[in-house]
């Protein structure tokens, strides 16, 4: 049986009218990714990815006849950075107040959980902003950060 990992609030969604499947290297594991329809196996990403990487959203990715995705065709220039509260002493709205502040700096966001936070970051000005916050909060011991895509699909 496969466990998915879903996005309840995706970042576009009145763009998206499809989704598509995105295996895990995890067994039994796999991403549902919202996105919009090119043809019939090419999709934009809508959603920021919670667990893969190399892909970030406005990506155009094709997929196997099963829509699985099999790859990005064109990289949109986009970077994911992916916070972790899990062991936070933060509450919830302390919480809130670290997601404000990275929307603040122009991340678009995407909650997992109350312990996961995905970022979108339109470009590299962007992204060295929320960077900035993440790596402060995080030598604070608020969270935990990494990587997901940067442009040209090398994370981390």
Request: charged share 25%; glycine share 8%.
């Amino acid at each position: 049986m496969t466990q998915d990992a879903v996005h309840p609030e995706p970042v576009w969604r009145e763009r998206s009218d499809f989704i598509i499947g995105a295996p895990l290297p995890e067994p039994g594991r796999s991403e549902q990714l919202w996105a919009r329809r090119l043809d019939e196996h090419r999709f934009e990403v809508c959603c920021v990815p919670f667990f893969l990487y190399d892909v970030a959203l406005g990506d155009v990715v094709t997929t196997d006849a099963a829509y699985d995705l099999v790859g990005v065709q064109v990289r949109s220039g986009r970077s994911v950075l992916r916070a972790w509260f899990g062991d936070s002493p933060l509450g919830k709205a302390e919480r809130d107040a670290v997601a404000a502040d990275l929307a603040a700096a122009g991340g678009l966001l995407e909650w997992s959980s109350p312990n996961l936070l995905a970022v979108d970051a339109a470009d590299a000005a962007v992204a060295d902003a929320v960077t900035a916050r993440l790596t402060e909060r995080e030598a604070r011991g608020h969270l935990v950060f990494e990587v997901g895509s940067r442009p040209g699909g090398s994370a981390g």
